[in-house]
């Protein structure tokens, strides 16, 4: 039963470093910018929505406030729209979460 268990540990020993770098390359590139938001990240993004109120009101002076409103939310949605779109592509592009080769590798020392 020892000599089992070893024949069956000593492989799984070996190949989990190769595993846990084929998981980890993927992932780093999939979180490229994934923290979590700090200070500065929500000081700027107060701004942002200072500055978006700033030019509704601006535009507002020849339109109806309604429609100043409606012209300034549609383009951070279609940049909000393309970023997901990029985003897919990349977590795509990542692949799958599953350390392949290590799984082919043990698979043949059956």
Do not use: C, N
Not at 30 to 46: K, Q, S
């Amino acid at each position: 039963m020892s000599r089992a268990s070893r024949r069956l540990s000593e492989p799984v020993r070996e190949r989990t470093p190769l595993a846990r770098a084929e998981l980890t390359r993927p992932g780093r590139r999939f979180t490229i910018g994934g923290r979590p938001p700090d200070g500065p990240d929500l000081l700027g993004l107060m701004a942002a929505q200072t500055l978006a109120a700033t030019a509704v009101a601006a535009l507002a002076l020849t339109l109806p406030v309604w429609l100043s409103a409606l012209i300034l939310t549609s383009a951070p949605a279609l940049a909000a729209a393309g970023s997901v779109r990029a985003g897919v592509k990349r977590a795509a592009k990542a692949g799958t979460p599953a350390p392949e080769r290590t799984y082919h590798s043990l698979a043949a020392d059956r």
